[in-house]
């Protein structure tokens, strides 16, 4: 399978029921809205691995809120900004398409795997994993960066040369952030959009909503859009009436 050097072409050829994979599309996740106060030693090495490739592997791990996804989608859009090959595949959604996905990603600059607990104890996306690791040894040219909840001692996955592998990088353990971290990140990325968002207002979406950052980047897109419609300030009541709470 040939990849295109900016791997902007569709991959719908391995995709199931029509479900479009967010592999090459930008997301609003940037290092500029990612709080690195507490991770500051792996984005130092991993901006240190985009400039120059000296390690190849990274596994990151942590809690459902710390960050982890927010990294890959950073990543992932920083070099196709920078019209560098990447792919972010989120494995939590492989009922959708098959382990083929992962043949020639060794020809990529950059490979995200989000949450490989997902596919832990699947024989044929763990192998296809395996394979991936030996292939990126082999050609020394791509980045492959994987998240998961759990440190890889603890990791669920079963065969046993994939949990090897899994150990051969860096691994870091990415800490939580706190609510009002979060709610810095919300109105930081609000002001690049240029929409304020009140120091209240972010409180009551992380006092009523899921606090999962990519989540509330989401509903933070859809109040965007609501306000441009209305022509309405972010308030308290507007986000009331715009979420249905």
Wanted: proline share 3%; with cysteine; net charge negative.
């Amino acid at each position: 399978m040939l990849i295109s050097k900016f791997f902007l072409c569709s991959l719908g050829c391995f995709l199931q029921h029509q479900y479009i994979l967010p592999i090459h599309e930008f997301d609003q996740e940037t290092f500029e809205n990612f709080d690195s106060e507490n991770n500051q030693v792996l984005c130092n090495s991993l901006f240190e691995n985009f400039v120059h490739l000296r390690q190849p592997f990274f596994y990151l791990w942590g809690t459902k809120s710390s960050g982890k996804t927010h990294i890959l989608k950073a990543a992932n859009n920083l070099f196709l900004q920078q019209e560098r090959s990447s792919i972010y595949i989120p494995l939590t959604k492989t009922n959708y398409f098959s382990p083929e996905i992962l043949e020639s990603l060794e020809e990529l600059d950059l490979v995200c795997l989000d949450d490989i607990d997902a596919i832990a104890s699947n024989a044929e996306w763990e192998v296809g994993i395996f394979d991936l690791f030996n292939r990126i040894k082999e050609t020394g040219k791509t980045l492959l960066l994987i998240t998961a909840n759990e440190p890889v001692q603890q990791s669920n996955i079963v065969l046993p040369d994939l949990r090897s592998r899994l150990s051969w990088g860096e691994s870091y353990q990415l800490a939580e952030l706190s609510d009002h971290k979060k709610a810095v990140v919300l109105q930081q990325t609000a002001r690049n959009r240029g929409l304020e968002l009140p120091d209240e207002v972010a409180k009551f979406l992380l006092s009523r909503l899921d606090r999962d950052l990519t989540y509330l980047f989401s509903i933070l897109d859809k109040l965007d859009k609501a306000s441009l419609q209305t022509q309405r300030k972010l308030t308290i009541p507007f986000v009331k009436e715009q979420l249905h709470l």
